[in-house]
């Protein structure tokens, strides 16, 4: 079954809060001011609640309570709204299937899209948007996800052969005829997110191999491999001698520059308990 048909024959596919897709509308739109920014969250009492608690975060270090969403709007910016808003309709979009570790997943989703972000941001790939990165960092493995919801049986058998050693890309393609990547860039096409987002899904495995090259997927290449090297305290230097050093090198990372910020990457995620609250 192609991947298109598999999700138009799906009867319960996850879906995005309609105030998420209008907020994420309204972020792209430059005229867009505060006061409308805050009215569309207050329109639903999780993502109010969820901007309170981000803006009154040990992370963003104010000394005085914020109370109202006005003020926490003006306080985080645009670009961590959006990054808090897309974060927070994905992840409510799923009930998780029995047995599945949802906030393990998520964990570790949400690790690899700020590795994405500090990739950016410390790699200075100007030409990127950092939290357009962290989105596609935060989508590199729903597709996983989604195929635990909708075939959770083969998926053990997926899981199974991964666990013993097999690459995952090779079983799914073998037990289910597509890959996790290719379903979640459609789910996130069916989402209506950017199409530079849904290639980033989609070609992450090898992104210099994509008809068009998507820069986005190669940083998120890139931070799973960090991902692995911060699970096993490894040095950043590991990165250059790893299969990602080819993508590393072609977004032109600088090897002495990243490992000077290195323990920066081990606090990314701490806030994943806002979003999952």
Not at 71 to 93: E, F, H, K, Q, Y
Not at 137 to 155: F, P, Q, S, T, Y
Request: charged share 20%; hydrophobic share 50%; with cysteine.
């Amino acid at each position: 079954m192609r991947v298109q048909q598999l999700l138009e024959q799906a009867s319960h596919l996850p879906s995005i809060p309609k105030v998420v897709q209008e907020l994420l509308r309204a972020f792209d739109d430059p005229n867009v001011d505060s006061s409308t920014i805050a009215a569309k969250l207050q329109i639903d009492q999780a993502l109010t609640a969820k901007v309170l608690r981000m803006a009154n975060s040990s992370f963003y270090g104010g000394t005085r309570k914020i109370a109202t969403v006005n003020d926490a709007v003006v306080l985080l910016g645009v670009d961590a709204l959006r990054t808090m808003v897309a974060s927070s309709g994905v992840i409510s979009a799923f009930t998780p299937p029995e047995g599945f570790d949802i906030k393990a997943f998520w964990r570790k989703s949400f690790v690899v899209a700020g590795l994405c972000r500090w990739t950016v941001r410390r790699g200075k790939l100007r030409q990127l948007n950092a939290e357009t990165a962290f989105t596609a960092g935060l989508l590199h493995d729903i597709g996983n996800l989604l195929m635990h919801v909708l075939d959770a049986e083969r998926m053990r058998e997926v899981d199974a052969a991964v666990a013993a050693g097999a690459p995952r890309g090779d079983i799914e393609q073998m037990i289910l005829g597509y890959t996790s990547v290719e379903i979640g860039g459609a789910l996130a096409h069916h989402w209506h997110f950017p199409d530079m987002l849904c290639e980033a899904v989609v070609n992450q495995p090898a992104p210099m191999a994509a008809k068009v090259p998507n820069e986005y997927a190669g940083v998120v290449h890139v931070a799973r491999t960090m991902h692995l090297l911060l699970i096993g305290r490894q040095p950043l230097e590991r990165l250059f001698q790893t299969a990602a050093a080819p993508v590393a090198s072609w977004l032109e990372l600088d090897q002495d520059v990243l490992a000077e910020h290195w323990d920066e990457a081990q606090g990314l995620g701490q806030d994943i308990d806002v979003l999952l609250g």
